[in-house]
Structures are given as structure tokens and as C-alpha cells.
């Protein structure tokens, strides 16, 4: 074979490549478009809770999980070409609580994660102030403004960006990311 047919056979598999790959980074593009249009089909309701239960609630995981879906988190997501999920620590007053956002949806635990991205604190007494209110999102904002929950942030600028955190950030403090 010929010095122009090796140029020719190369040129195509180069250009078979740049098809595949763009075709890949198409359909990552087009399946977190997907996620982020149906990811309301996922958020929890409010809850008509009675004093009585407020009084004897214990803090959980599925309350956690509802704060953050109040928080929009489920918006976050991988980095693309990445398997790297967002990671979310909640303190409530001495408990832990960890959070992992995966195809919109959030999965909470006690088990302990490394490298959580952000944590949250936020006291209990205004958890139950968020479950009893018919606007839980005011609730949170008012929480952050007075500063009563507050934010730390674990990762660099670089990955919370990819992630998402971003517009999240600033829409719920008015602020930058300052890390």
C-alpha cells in the first residue's frame, strides 16, 4: 500500500473517531437536559404535620432528604464523563447525616462518606420549622439570611462548578463561592 492510502485509511479512523466521541458528548448533553426537565417528578410534597408529632419527631434520614429536595439539590449532578456524584453533609444540632445526589435524586444516610463537597448546618428546631411550614423554601431562606443555617464548603471551585453548585449557591446566599 501506498504512503497516500496509509494517509487515507488514518484520516478516516480519525474521522470515525471524532463522530463517536461526538456523538457521546451529544447524548451526555441531551440525557442531563432530560434529568433537569423531569427532576420535579421526584420532589416531595409538604406534609400536614400535627404539633403533637413535631414535639416527638426524630430527625431522619427522609427528613434530611426532603430539606435538600426543598434546597434543589437533586438539580446537582455528575461532571460529565465523570462518575464523581455530588456529596452532601448535613449537620442537625449532633447528628450527621450524608447525602449523595445520583440521577436527580437524593439518597441519604448516617454512613459516614469521604469528601463530602459541601456540608450544611442547620439547627433542629428550624427542620421542624421547615416540616410545619406551607413554604419550606421561605423557611430555608429566611434560615440562611438570618444565618441560622450556614454553609462549608469541601471542595474546590472547580468541581463544585462542574457539579453544579454554582447557581444553587447563589441563588440561596446572593453570594459567590468563596473557596
Do not use: C
Not at 8 to 15: K, Q, R
Not at 114 to 134: A, E
Not at 137 to 146: F, H, N, P, T, Y
Amino acid at each position: 500500500m501506498n504512503k497516500r492510502g496509509k494517509i487515507l485509511i488514518f484520516l478516516s479512523i480519525v474521522l470515525v473517531l471524532l463522530i463517536i466521541v461526538a456523538l457521546f458528548v451529544g447524548y451526555m448533553i441531551f440525557k442531563s437536559y432530560g434529568n433537569q426537565k423531569n427532576s420535579n417528578l421526584n420532589k416531595p410534597v409538604h406534609i400536614n404535620w400535627s404539633e403533637t408529632e413535631l414535639m416527638e419527631l426524630e430527625i431522619n434520614e427522609s427528613v434530611i432528604s426532603y430539606i435538600l429536595y426543598q434546597l434543589d439539590l437533586e438539580e446537582l449532578h455528575n461532571p460529565p464523563l465523570s462518575s464523581n456524584t455530588p456529596k452532601i453533609k448535613v449537620i442537625v444540632d449532633n447528628d450527621n447525616y450524608y447525602s449523595e445526589v445520583i440521577d436527580n435524586q437524593i439518597f441519604t444516610s448516617k454512613t459516614e462518606m469521604q469528601n463530602s463537597d459541601i456540608s450544611i448546618y442547620i439547627p433542629k428546631f428550624q427542620v421542624i420549622r421547615v416540616l410545619n411550614s406551607t413554604e419550606p423554601s421561605k423557611v430555608i431562606l429566611d434560615g440562611i439570611s438570618s444565618k441560622l443555617i450556614s454553609f462549608e464548603i469541601n471542595a474546590d471551585k472547580s468541581s463544585l462548578l462542574m457539579k453544579g453548585y454554582y447557581p444553587l449557591y447563589q441563588r440561596f446566599t446572593g453570594k459567590e463561592i468563596d473557596s
